[in-house]
């Protein structure tokens, strides 16, 4: 008499199909959760970056007694609406004299790039609103970025503008406005503290404003008279 070995059981097709629809809901349940969670860390990495970005503007600004300044450039992607914040670069600012004419002597101010232009991660931006982006929002844009030599200014994209912060030897922080004055850009103390400050934020399409700002935001605030530079994350 010979012994058969016991068969071991599989699982059956309705078993099989009652384990998948389990694994597919959790999926689905998890899947929000983990995505906020990538997208907030994305996002706070891209703040950090610029709060170190501005922290060495800070210093270099005093190491080297020349004023350093911070341009955001601002253009439309494709899926803006229109033109936001998406970019930005550090430079360092000389002097130099140019004779004229009669013999008098003009000013002209020299930037010499620090690093290399710093493009925000695909899908974060800054919004171009006075109330989110304040110390480097105006209306119209800013100025036109151009580049010596160049079609497409430092930023590398055709019609884009710019505006910007300026980090002075003493540590003070002043608004860099559009117009020259004697070779030499125009720079004001904001007055309105609560404003001087930008927000980098996911945006697509919409123009983010403060009615409609995602859960997920990451505000920087400077002191325009000491240039502390402070970080929020309330979204987080």
């Known amino acids: 008499m010979s012994l058969s070995a016991p068969r071991s059981r599989g699982f059956s097709l309705i ?7 389990i694994v597919v809901m959790l999926l689905a349940l998890a899947t929000p959760a983990l995505t906020r969670t990538m997208q907030a860390s994305r996002l706070s990495a891209a703040g950090e970056a610029m709060v170190g970005s501005l922290s060495e503007a800070q ?18 992607e494709d899926q803006d609406q229109s033109p936001v914040y998406h970019a930005y670069q550090l430079f360092k600012i000389t002097q130099v004299n140019q004779g004229g004419n009669g013999g008098a002597v003009n ?27 304040g110390a480097i929002y105006t209306k119209g844009g800013g100025v036109n970025d151009t580049k010596p030599g160049s079609s497409s200014g430092y930023s590398g994209v ?3 503008k710019y505006n910007a912060i300026r980090f002075m030897p003493d540590g003070s922080c002043l608004v860099v406005g559009a117009a020259t004055q004697g070779g030499m850009a125009v ?3 904001p007055k309105d503290l609560s404003k001087n400050c930008f927000t980098l ?3 697509s399409g919409t123009p983010v404003t403060q009615a409609n700002l995602p859960k997920n935001f990451f505000v920087i605030q400077i002191d325009p ?3 502390k530079v402070r970080s929020y994350k309330p979204g987080f």
């Not at 078993?15 to 629809?21: D, H, P, R, Y």
């Not at 600004?61 to 253009?75: D, K, L, M, Q």
């Open 187 to 189: 720079t004001t103390t």
């Open 15 to 21: 078993e099989m199909l009652v384990v998948i629809t």
């Open 225 to 227: 008279y000491t240039g």
């Open 201 to 203: 934020t996911f945006g």
């Open 158 to 160: 055709n019609g884009a």
């Open 59 to 76: 210093q270099t600004a005093s190491s080297t007694n020349s004023p350093v300044e911070i341009r955001f450039f601002s253009f439309a």
């Open 107 to 133: 000013i002209q101010e020299v930037m010499t790039p620090v690093g290399n232009l710093v493009r925000l991660p695909e899908g974060i931006i800054i919004p171009a609103d006075d109330t989110l982006s």
